[in-house]
């Protein structure tokens, strides 16, 4: 058998670190998914990282696996921490409960019982950069609730590292439980523009005008048969423009990213605007509604 990658938790918070930069780059799809030029950037952030950790080189495809049982394993703790009765001790990065929870707990399920000493220590890193993109439900989970459907996932985080083998134990995941609500951490960028979508009283002529381009533009498509590319693609091609060009400083760079990832008609009116000094004028006008709370 082919020697496996092995991940400590240095290598899981540096897999972690990176993709949260991809994120801000735009390379997390709109179904929460990851364009390849992320798991390459993974790579090569883990380029001999294989010397401390032992086993095989971190390639994109190991890169891919980890991320996919690191983001079960933090859908479990966030569960474990809003069942009833539990807890969480943010410096050993461990969910914390009585005895009486944890016996109801393992009674229902006994594939728990690492957590009840397991650490994952990368928890903060992971739902800043995961939540809101796993479906869950609305109420508390209680430890003797009915068990979930089986499935893969990874192990240990506390002393050893793991290997991309360490997932086949069949560890019961927390898709079908539903967690107590948790105050979601959301970044001032994205409240800030939240916030100023809800508050938009009036639009300026200019952008009136282009905003009424943009929709004509994203309905194009249907005139002519089909789109031309999904919307990932486009806002893909229109942060690539932007960046070629070099119009913008970064600040401004930065957030037409933003934009461009919330609203995939910016994306079309960006990559149907010549020369790039309207495409320029266009994304301020856009920066400047935003910003003003138009």
Known sequence: MAPRAVWSATDDGTLIATLGDQKANGWMTSNSSWHSDAWVAAEKALEDSEKASGGA??????????????????????TLRGMSGSGWD?????????????????????????????SFPHYDLMDDLVNGTVATGQTAFHPSAAPPPTTNTATQHDTQPVSDGDDDNHEETPAALSPTPLKRRVSALENDLSASSRKRKKISPAAEGISSMASAIAHLGDRLGGPVSAS???????????????????DDEADAFQLIRQDSRIADTVLATTPKAKQSRYIRVELSNTRAGN
């Open 57 to 78: 080189k971190k390639t994109a495809s190991s890169c891919h696996h980890r991320w996919t049982n690191l983001k079960k394993e933090w859908n479990i703790v966030r």
């Open 232 to 250: 990932p693609e486009r806002r893909r091609e229109a942060i690539q423009l932007i960046i070629k060009d070099g119009e913008l400083d970064s």
């Open 90 to 118: 943010q410096e050993k990065g461990v969910v914390t409960a009585s005895d009486d929870v944890w016996d109801k707990l393992l009674e229902a399920h006994p594939n728990y019982r690492k957590w009840c000493t397991a």
